[in-house]
């Protein structure tokens, strides 16, 4: 019972080069989410997608985009990473089609960038 | 700006305790209420969900909703030092997204 699985679980970049953080569940759920999380800091959305074929801002999108490939899979990308994106940066997801449902995460990609 | 507003701690109780844990959110037309434990390094994990009025018992673990007062609480009955994490308030309020209180770290001193 995979859930939510996050590729690659570590990284280290240079600062000016790309990379695409990948998510896929196997729930069947129609909403994902990117978030990144500071230490000590709470989570801060990046980017979602309602359904297959939507994408959204959300708080901190700056320097990333996000490609819904399908209804399993939701890929985040740092087209030149800075070291301001240092963080640990989850993936979730939700079913939306039953009411009252939590969010359920990956175990998330912790990103250095040097 | 929908809002869900946690002490940050940290809180800190000796084995056996209980520890109480409180949250606020600011959208009265907040429809569904979760608990997540994330741990040092870890992603955070579902403990509870509540979407009425009252108490909700799961084991050691208790939620408490009151929509009237906008607050949500989880209080944990004979806290062990394996509780020791930080513990977010999450929030749907219709729509697409979930609004994160920023967590409340607890310690339990053995």
């Known amino acids: 019972n995979a859930g939510v699985t996050q590729t690659p679980k570590f990284q280290v970049l240079k600062t000016g080069q790309s990379m695409t953080l990948q998510c896929a569940q196997d729930?069947?759920?129609?909403?994902m989410y990117w978030y990144r999380q500071d230490p000590g800091m709470g989570l801060r959305l990046i980017y979602y997608?309602?359904?297959?074929?939507?994408?959204d801002k959300g708080e901190v999108p700056n320097g990333y985009n996000v490609s819904r490939l399908n209804k399993r899979e939701f890929s985040l990308r740092l087209e030149s990473a800075a070291p301001s994106q240092t963080s640990v940066y989850f993936c979730?997801?939700?079913?939306?089609?039953?009411?009252?449902?939590?969010?359920?995460f990956g175990d998330g990609t912790r990103l250095s960038i040097l | 700006q929908k809002e869900v507003e946690q002490n940050s701690g940290p809180l800190s109780v000796p084995e056996g305790a209980i520890a109480s844990l409180n949250c606020t959110y600011s959208?009265?037309?907040?429809?569904?209420f979760f608990w997540y434990r994330q741990y040092s390094g870890k992603s955070p994990e579902l403990i509870m969900s509540?979407?009425?009025?009252g108490d909700k018992e799961d084991g050691r673990f208790t939620a408490q909703l009151n929509k009237a007062s906008q607050y949500v609480s989880l209080l944990i009955r004979d806290s062990q030092p394996s509780d020791s994490a930080t513990y977010l308030c999450?929030?749907?309020?219709?729509?697409?997204?979930?609004?994160f209180g920023a967590g409340t770290r607890l310690f339990v001193k053995a």
């Open positions: 979730a997801s939700r079913d939306l089609r039953v009411s009252n449902q939590p969010q359920h």
């Open positions: 729930m069947n759920h129609n909403s």
């Open positions: 997608s309602a359904s297959e074929g939507t994408t």
């Open positions: 959208d009265r037309g907040s429809q569904s």
């Open positions: 509540i979407y009425s009025n």
């Open positions: 999450a929030v749907n309020s219709g729509g697409f997204k979930t609004i």
